[in-house]
């Protein structure tokens, strides 16, 4: 009698682990994406979120479309925060992030001021 409740519920294990693998086939997720697709759709959230905090007042790039070097935490500000439009206009070029600054002087060396 043990044997057979055993064996039953053994059955009943593997139907739910099959159940739920074939659902999670059906929504996707056992789908591994390619590098490109992975990259695309982190460059979206990163353009997303950039967007979001322009908006919110966080992020001022004085750059347009706006730089990510700031929002990837890899300036001055570490929260991912751009103030690089301020430094640009204060003349504080060290504090602008060398991806605005090297825009500013690839486009208009005579002012060192980004694009707009």
């Not at 739920?20 to 979206?44: A, D, H, P, V």
């Not at 790039?61 to 990510?68: A, F, R």
């Amino acid at each position: 009698m043990k044997k057979g409740i055993f064996a039953g519920m053994i059955v009943l294990l593997l139907a739910g682990v099959f159940l739920g693998y074939s659902i999670s086939s059906q929504n996707g997720e056992s789908k591994t994406k390619t590098f490109e697709e992975k990259r695309t759709q982190i460059l979206l959230e990163i353009n997303s979120s950039i967007d979001e905090a322009e908006r919110s007042g966080a992020y001022n790039c004085c750059m347009n479309p706006p730089c990510s070097m700031c929002f990837l935490g890899n300036w001055i500000s570490k929260d991912g925060t751009c103030n690089c439009d301020a430094f640009e206009r204060a003349g504080q070029l060290d504090k602008v992030c060398p991806e605005c600054l090297k825009s500013s002087k690839g486009l208009d060396s005579s002012e060192g001021v980004c694009p707009v």
